[in-house]
């Protein structure tokens, strides 16, 4: 009778030892890895996401890696690509299956998210290309020189703090199709 009590104890241990796992990983901070200049995690299907990039401040050009330490490069989490004070484009391999670059501009090909719009970029007005549906969190961050943007219909997402800092803007055209614009998307847009 007691082993059966010692052994119903460790049972019901090892059940809510196992319970208890998924609410602490949940609760966790996933790992982040360095290569070059970008900070990554690994996401649940093996890929990379890129969270963060540390500008070198001579760099005009970032290109996006197919792959960090030998993992695929899928994502993007918002615009790791800050402080990028130099930068005039971004580059991809043009077969890239899961990026793409229009006019030096950063977009997410799977939830066709404009992600990053190059900082130093010297062009005073810009056209959202048709078929964006995102324009996603911090992507014209700091975009001094912009003054005039036009958002076509297929865009239904502004992001947080899409437009943060862009003290020069002027003017906009934001379309009915966009339902939601995230916090700060206009914060310090002075000009406008």
Known sequence: ??????????????????????????????????????????????????VSYKSDDISTKIEIPDQLDGYTVSSVSGNPFQSGEQVINFDVAPDNPYFAVIDGVLFSKADKRLVAYPKNAAAESYSVPQGIRIIGDSAFYECVSLQSITIPDSVTSIGDSAFYDCVSLQSITIPDSVTSIGDSAFYNCGSL
């Open 1 to 50: 009778m007691k082993k059966n009590r010692v052994l119903v104890f460790l049972l019901a241990l090892v059940v809510l030892m196992t319970a208890a796992l998924p609410a602490m990983a949940e609760g966790e901070e996933p790992k982040r890895y360095e290569y070059a200049n970008f900070t990554y995690i690994l996401l649940d299907d093996g890929t990379a996401e890129i």
